[in-house]
């Protein structure tokens, strides 16, 4: 050891941190601010333990979660105009060296947008956890939590009546295992077995103790499982984009975007994400989309729960569903009056500012069929209704031989039989009389509108 440099160096009692050669000197600057950041690396802690930070090495699969979220957080807050919070996504110890990111618990940040006239409230979740316990439970089969949730809701002061209330889910996850859209969609152009990936894939994912098509099914329960969840898209450090809308607009969909660090602190694939994010707030104000519609009938459809439907003979005829058909329950003056309209083909309707009569937007003359009954006789027939409602006047009723026209005005209805039903059917006299009686506030033997549904349930 004779020369040794080293001969000399005893051990370091005090690190030489404010020595000016270390801090300014080409070099050993950069040799000492990267020992630095090594050092404040490896004070880091991770709530949670071995399971996130072990052996010196970080679950970077967590730590791209996190990154995912502070990148959608800083969209939201640029599509809203506004800075977020974000010290509840983070533990300092208490002498300021250890810092922890916190897992599982649910972090919101808020923020508001003005567009097409209405303000739409967002909200951006970390781990929401969406259970099945109670009325109206957030999900309907089993407990979810995705990485990352979105909530878009319409202000109740600039939404209309029929949407109050109203608000949409979009979910991202975070895949850092996922290397690209092969990988979780799989090859389209190749012969699969039914469910969108080959059997060889299957098994090459099994070998390899991966399975990423589970993925895209998440993706699928995220949507279909969280009440008003409108889309689910994977969020990995790739390359490419995919976009699986439902129908042809924005909204109901799935997909995937690619969204990776940088070198230089930008994340590739943001702009990307962001104008999605956007476009479908855009598309959640428009008050004209399908997907609007559509979820409108879904909630009207099913806000009433009434008995299970009458086990009644199907009516292939029908061009809507039995609820959205509306059949007038038209009595008849007399014989006379039945072969009048069954001669003509036409069914009179009071109009004008008669007791009893009806308007242009009454549901009566926009009956899709005209259920005749003769009280005297005991007998009942079915007509479809086919043109628009006809305006006419006594005197042109007079010269159609009609049986004693008492007012000045009538809407008539063009009439084609459909088929005759006896008292011993399902539709009896008995049947047309009780419903009648459950309606009130219409005028005696005047007629009346109501839905197939109703006529079939009711015995």
């Known amino acids: 050891m004779r020369g040794c440099i080293f001969r000399e160096v005893g051990p370091l009692t005090l690190f030489p941190a404010g020595d000016q050669v270390l801090q300014k000197r080409e070099g050993y600057r950069d040799l000492f601010r990267t020992c630095v950041q090594f050092e404040a690396a490896a004070v880091l802690s991770w709530q949670g333990g071995e399971d996130v930070y072990g052996a010196g090495q970080r679950d970077v699969a967590t730590l791209y ?35 922890g990111l916190r897992r599982g618990r649910q972090t919101v940040v808020s ?11 967002v909200e951006l979740w970390f781990n929401r956890s969406f259970g099945v316990r109670g009325t109206g439970a957030p999900s309907w ?37 996922v290397e690209d859209l092969g990988e979780l969609f799989g090859d389209r152009g190749r012969t699969d077995d ?11 994912g099994d070998a390899r103790g991966e399975s990423k098509r589970d993925d895209l099914l998440k993706m699928h329960a995220y949507r279909d499982a969280i009440r008003r969840s409108v889309g689910a898209y994977v969020l990995y450090p790739g390359t490419e984009r995919e976009d699986c ?25 943001i702009s990307s994400l962001e104008a999605f994010i956007d476009a479908v707030i ?21 806000a009433h729960w009434d008995a299970d439907p ?27 009056h039945l072969e009048w309209i069954r001669t003509h083909r036409l069914y009179n309707v009071r109009a004008g500012k008669r007791r009893g009569s009806v308007g242009l937007d009454s549901r009566e003359l926009a009956a899709e069929f005209v259920l005749l009954y003769e009280p005297l006789t005991n007998y009942v027939e079915l007509w479809a209704v086919t043109g628009e409602p006809m305006l006419v006047t006594q005197a042109q009723l007079l010269q159609m031989a009609y049986p004693d026209p008492r007012g000045d005005l009538y809407y008539c209805l063009e009439l084609r039989q459909m088929s005759r039903v006896s008292p011993a059917a399902e539709t009896s006299i008995e049947t047309v009389q009780k419903l009648r009686r459950q309606i009130s506030g219409k005028v005696r033997g005047a007629p009346v509108a109501v839905t197939w549904f109703a006529l079939a349930n009711t015995s």
């Not at 089993?142 to 878009?152: A, N, Q």
């Not at 039914?194 to 090459?204: F, L, R, S």
């Not at 959640?284 to 609007?292: F, G, I, P, R, S």
Request: proline residues 6%.
């Open 282 to 302: 855009d598309h959640v104000a428009l008050q004209a989309t399908q997907d609007e519609r559509a979820r409108f009938w879904v909630r009207e459809a099913h």
């Open 141 to 177: 089969t089993r407990p979810m939590r995705p990485d990352c949730s979105l909530r878009i809701s319409i202000d109740r002061e600039t939404s209309a009546p029929f949407r109050e209330g109203e608000e949409v889910w979009l979910h991202f996850d975070a895949k850092y295992r």
């Open 310 to 336: 009458a086990r009644s003979h199907a009516a292939p005829f029908l061009t809507r569903p039995p609820a959205d058909t509306l059949v007038l329950l038209a009595p008849t003056k007399s014989p006379d």
């Open 111 to 121: 923020g508001s947008v003005a567009r097409l006239g209405r303000t739409l409230h």
């Open 194 to 204: 039914g469910a969108g990936e080959t059997v060889g894939d299957q098994v090459a």
């Open 245 to 269: 809308r439902l129908y042809h607009e924005i909204l109901p969909g799935l997909g995937a975007f690619a969204l990776r660090p940088t070198d230089h602190g930008d994340a590739d694939g």
């Open 65 to 99: 979660e996190f990154w995912v979220f502070l990148q959608l957080a800083a969209t939201v807050a640029k599509i809203c105009q506004r800075s977020f919070d974000l010290s509840a996504l983070v533990d300092v110890s208490q002498d300021h060296l250890a810092v």
